[in-house]
């Protein structure tokens, strides 16, 4: 079954869905007129794509709204939680001021090694440090110095431990702060009562914490496959 959700005071007040669906054309158009991808961007993902895992990378669109969202926000401290081949990585890399330095965990270490050869070949990798570990208990080793002290935190990694995530982050993260999470509407299974398997409901369990959590704001918004957005409280 579905969370509880709280229902509107009025069934004559639902919102009208004025969100636009996004076929194969629409989403040319997007990415033609929209995504402004680097040509180490580029190279990133074709070489990914190469890799029977390659959907697991982030989309451009996505990974600009992720670069865009760190110039705005100047983040001098950051963490990620889950890398893969890098593309989020090298997107915030890029994007944070020349103060700033990204913290990013991956529990496989090929996936490492493509990630690092293109910090390198940025120029970012002075600014990057990166450990091939179990995501959970490294966030709980920094919240023993750290609490607090994190200015944005991007979360794209395993669904099992997703809400363990989501809860050590918001300790990591200092009032204020940014926390983003991927795949949030996990191929649009979400709203469909007909998945029941585990992944899937981790992930609807997950947006109903955040959606009854008081101590933030959030915004789930329909890009790639998802994207949550919380802000802290200060």
């Not at 054309?25 to 070489?47: F, H, T």
């Not at 709980?140 to 431990?161: P, R, V, Y």
């Not at 649009?188 to 947006?207: C, H, M, S, W």
Request: charged share 25%; proline share 4%.
């Amino acid at each position: 079954m579905l969370p509880n959700f709280p229902k509107p005071v009025s069934e004559d007040n639902k919102p009208v869905n004025r969100t636009v669906k996004v076929d194969d054309r629409l989403y040319q158009y997007l990415i033609d007129v929209s995504v402004r991808e680097g040509d180490l961007l580029q190279a990133l993902r074709r070489e990914t794509a190469q890799y029977h895992m390659a959907r697991m990378q982030l989309s451009p669109e996505v990974g600009q709204l992720l670069a865009l969202l760190v110039k705005l926000q100047a983040p001098t401290k950051l963490l990620e939680i889950g890398v893969f081949t890098g593309y989020s990585t090298l997107s915030m890399a890029m994007a944070m001021p020349q103060n700033a330095h990204l913290i990013a965990v991956e529990k496989k270490q090929m996936w490492l090694d493509i990630a690092t050869r293109y910090l390198e070949q940025a120029n970012v990798k002075d600014r990057v440090t990166t450990y091939c570990d179990k995501a959970l208990p490294m966030m709980m080793s920094f919240l023993e110095e750290q609490k607090e002290t994190f200015d944005f935190i991007f979360i794209d990694a395993d669904k099992q431990n997703l809400l363990a995530y989501y809860d050590v982050a918001k300790q990591l993260l200092r009032p204020g702060g940014c926390l983003l999470i991927d795949n949030t509407l996990w191929w649009g299974n979400v709203a469909d009562e007909a998945f029941t398997d585990k992944d899937t409901q981790i992930v609807r369990q997950l947006n109903a914490h955040i959606h009854q959590d008081d101590e933030v704001d959030l915004s789930l918004i329909p890009i790639g496959d998802g994207l949550t957005l919380v802000r802290k409280h200060a």
